[in-house]
């Protein structure tokens, strides 16, 4: 068991079983012992690798989408340009390279990173270095300026602490993290206990069903929405998930392969798959949202084959079949295309942004 483990086990001991909300919040981000607080999980040796990890197309084409957002609403200046859990930076430093050369798109900007890791705020700082703007991290999405916001998260949100209930005869109970045989970390389930509001999604659940909620995101996307409400902007939210899902989907990943999420507290990546109908529901007044398209038909809409074979045309060899492995993977449908999707938010009455065309 792992020194997290040991912590979590005498806290259950002594005030009972934790919600799996409180238990998926210290992995991830105990200020000790945390899997983002202690390390760069990303990349083959590390646990696991994301969109922007995998080629530099997919940040150029997010840089070009929101960077057409921008001259579609008149080329606000200044702008902020925010991201969300920014990882190594890679995303980042694709949007601002691809996003050179729009004509006072840099000039205009401030850059804002909501980042809680220590060492992953470092990587940022070095990814960012080379563009001479430097970023302003932010503890939470309150920080975040009041100016005109071009937004985007790639595998954020799916790293946001869930609660788990779960459809009891007797009404609706809440999963907890507790101590099962053997004093060993288990799951069990609480009395059945008033809901939170989950209205948009209990007409469709029956008797065993569970059903997940994320507490913070809907006040991030609040956040976010408020600040595109009042002064313009667009926002990207990309990650795994659905409209509306069902069941368990709280996971564990270490080295590239899926593990027991109770097994090794704060060694393993924890995340759930997004409801990203929660998301829409929490858009402040004045904004709209687009319809949620699977990430290889948005690159595809984008223009990714054709930046795909350009790129091709210079690389030969093992480089040209890396490229190429690449670009389908973020694309096919058995692959990223379709587990991942794309949700935009924008000022209502704004053009529809790239990418989102019915
Ligand atoms: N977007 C990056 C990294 C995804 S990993 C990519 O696509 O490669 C998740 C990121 O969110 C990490 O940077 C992690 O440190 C950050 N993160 C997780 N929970 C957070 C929280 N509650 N507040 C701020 N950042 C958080």
Request: proline content about 8%; some cysteine.
């Amino acid at each position: 068991m792992s020194a997290l483990g040991a912590v979590l086990k005498r806290r259950i001991a002594a005030g009972g079983p934790i919600q799996v909300a409180e238990f998926m919040a210290e992995c991830l981000l105990h200020p000790e012992y945390g899997y983002y607080s202690t390390r760069d999980p990303l990349g083959a040796a590390g646990d696991f690798t994301t969109a922007p990890e995998i080629s530099q197309m997919f940040g150029e084409l997010v840089g070009l989408a929101l960077a057409q957002g921008w001259i579609d609403q008149g080329r606000p200046a200044p702008l902020a340009l925010a991201e969300a859990g920014p990882g190594r930076g890679t995303l980042m430093a694709d949007i601002l390279r691809a996003t050179r050369a729009v004509p006072g798109f840099h000039a205009a900007l401030s850059l804002h990173l909501v980042e809680a890791s220590p060492p992953l705020r470092r990587a940022q700082a070095a990814a960012l270095a080379p563009f001479g703007i430097t970023p302003h991290w932010h503890d939470a999405f309150s920080g975040l300026p009041d100016l005109p916001l071009f937004f985007v998260a790639n595998e954020f949100f799916d790293a946001l602490p869930i609660r788990q209930f779960i459809r009891a005869a007797a009404g609706w109970c809440e999963r907890r993290v507790g101590l099962g045989k053997g004093g060993t970390l288990a799951f069990g389930v609480g009395d059945p206990a008033a809901l939170p509001a989950l209205a948009h999604r209990l007409a469709d659940t029956r008797p065993g069903d569970m059903v997940e909620i994320c507490p913070a995101a809907p006040a991030a996307i609040h956040e976010v929405t408020a600040r595109i409400s009042a002064r313009g902007g667009l926002a990207l939210i990309i990650d795994y998930g659905d409209w509306r899902s069902l069941g368990d989907t709280l996971q564990a990943v270490r080295g590239h392969a899926p593990v027991d999420p109770l097994a090794c507290p704060g060694e393993a990546d924890l995340t759930a798959h997004v409801d990203f109908e929660a998301l829409a529901c929490a858009r402040a007044a004045g904004t709209a949202h687009s319809r949620l398209v699977p990430q290889g038909v948005w690159l595809e809409r984008l223009g990714i084959a054709e930046r795909a074979r350009r790129l091709a045309a210079g690389l030969s060899g093992v480089g040209r079949d890396s490229h190429l492995r690449a670009y389908r993977r973020l694309t096919h449908p058995e692959e990223m295309g379709t587990l991942f999707k794309v949700l935009a938010f924008h000022p209502e009455g704004a053009p529809p942004p790239a990418g989102f065309a019915p």
